[in-house]
């Protein structure tokens, strides 16, 4: 960029940096802002009618970013996919939009330990994000469920977590649970995977520290957030696509 616009490598820099810090501070309470009771209902009511999976509240998953090798940080950065990365952990509704989101953790660090270690989880404990009160399952008269996040197998399975069935021995009833969280838990992969479609710093290892390279997530994630609620241009294609992924990945999940 500093060739393009003929400006130091050090005021690009700040430019950049105070850019995504201006971002992040003017426009997360207009596209991020911090979930109320009807906003909880209203994300449990998208999930119902695209996925069929009542009381859902979101879709949970982490999405590895390519980094540089930080100096002087040993292995914290070195994934299991062999490459240095920070960690963008995301709760996600049925538009693809990012509800909560928990950026910068190490690479090395599973989605498991991001998560539990992360300031969602504590506000989920002391009920500090306004959740509705459990209530009763669609075409059921039982004892009214709590509301959930959906995710992967990856995740610790908790009151405000519910993961798939394990892949053995399961019965009709428990292969269409898994066939439905999985309706449900590919709508934050699919957000993931728009990312670099529109941001194309993604598509190579970000070249700054871990600090500025947060700045940037940071800001791409309410930006993806803006064009989601300005933009349902590709709203059809995105929900074929998910179809399609979700039935390929039967064998995967039972």
Same mark, same amino acid.
């Given at each position: 960029?500093?060739?393009?616009?003929? =400006?130091?490598?050090?005021?690009?820099?700040?430019?950049?940096?105070?850019?995504?810090?201006?971002?992040?501070?003017?426009? +997360?309470?207009? &596209?991020?802002?911090?979930?109320?009771?009807?906003?909880?209902?209203?994300?449990?009511?998208?999930?119902?009618?695209?996925?069929?999976?009542?009381?859902?509240?979101?879709? @949970?998953?982490?999405?590895?970013? +390519?980094?540089?090798?930080?100096?002087?940080?040993?292995? +914290?950065?070195?994934?299991?996919?062999?490459?240095?990365?920070? &960690?963008?952990?995301?709760?996600?509704? $049925?538009?693809?939009?990012?509800?909560?989101?928990?950026?910068?953790?190490?690479?090395?660090?599973?989605? $498991?330990?991001?998560?539990? %270690?992360? +300031?969602? &989880?504590?506000? @989920?404990?002391?009920?500090?994000?306004?959740?509705?009160?459990?209530?009763? =399952?669609?075409?059921?008269?039982? =004892?009214?469920?709590?509301?959930?996040?959906?995710?992967?197998?990856?995740?610790?399975?908790?009151?405000?977590?519910?993961?798939?069935?394990?892949?053995?021995? @399961?019965?009709?009833?428990?292969?269409?649970?898994?066939?439905?969280?999985?309706? %449900?838990?590919?709508?934050?992969?699919?957000?993931?995977?728009?990312?670099?479609?529109?941001?194309?710093?993604?598509?190579? $290892?970000?070249?700054?520290?871990?600090?500025? %390279?947060?700045?940037?997530?940071?800001?791409?994630?309410?930006?993806?957030?803006?064009?989601?609620?300005?933009?349902?241009?590709?709203?059809?294609?995105?929900?074929?696509?998910?179809?399609?992924?979700?039935?390929?990945?039967? $064998?995967?999940?039972?």
């Amino acid at each position: 960029m500093h060739f393009e616009f003929l =400006l130091g490598i050090s005021t690009i820099s700040g430019i950049v940096c105070h850019a995504c810090k201006v971002i992040w501070q003017h426009l +997360r309470e207009a &596209v991020m802002p911090t979930p109320k009771a009807e906003d909880w209902l209203r994300i449990t009511e998208g999930f119902y009618q695209s996925a069929q999976f009542p009381n859902c509240i979101g879709a @949970l998953d982490g999405k590895h970013i +390519r980094v540089n090798k930080p100096a002087h940080s040993g292995s +914290r950065y070195f994934n299991y996919k062999h490459y240095f990365s920070v &960690v963008l952990m995301a709760l996600a509704d $049925s538009n693809y939009r990012f509800v909560i989101v928990d950026i910068g953790a190490y690479g090395s660090s599973s989605d $498991s330990r991001i998560f539990s %270690a992360s +300031r969602m &989880v504590d506000r @989920l404990r002391d009920n500090q994000l306004a959740l509705p009160e459990p209530r009763r =399952l669609p075409g059921s008269a039982g =004892l009214p469920s709590p509301f959930v996040i959906v995710a992967d197998e990856g995740f610790a399975f908790a009151a405000y977590v519910m993961r798939p069935f394990p892949r053995r021995n @399961l019965d009709d009833r428990k292969r269409v649970f898994n066939y439905r969280l999985t309706c %449900a838990r590919r709508y934050v992969e699919c957000a993931f995977g728009i990312l670099p479609t529109k941001w194309r710093v993604f598509l190579s $290892s970000i070249q700054m520290n871990p600090d500025n %390279a947060t700045l940037v997530i940071q800001a791409c994630v309410l930006l993806h957030n803006f064009t989601r609620i300005n933009d349902a241009s590709s709203d059809a294609d995105i929900d074929q696509n998910i179809t399609s992924s979700v039935i390929f990945d039967q $064998s995967r999940t039972g």
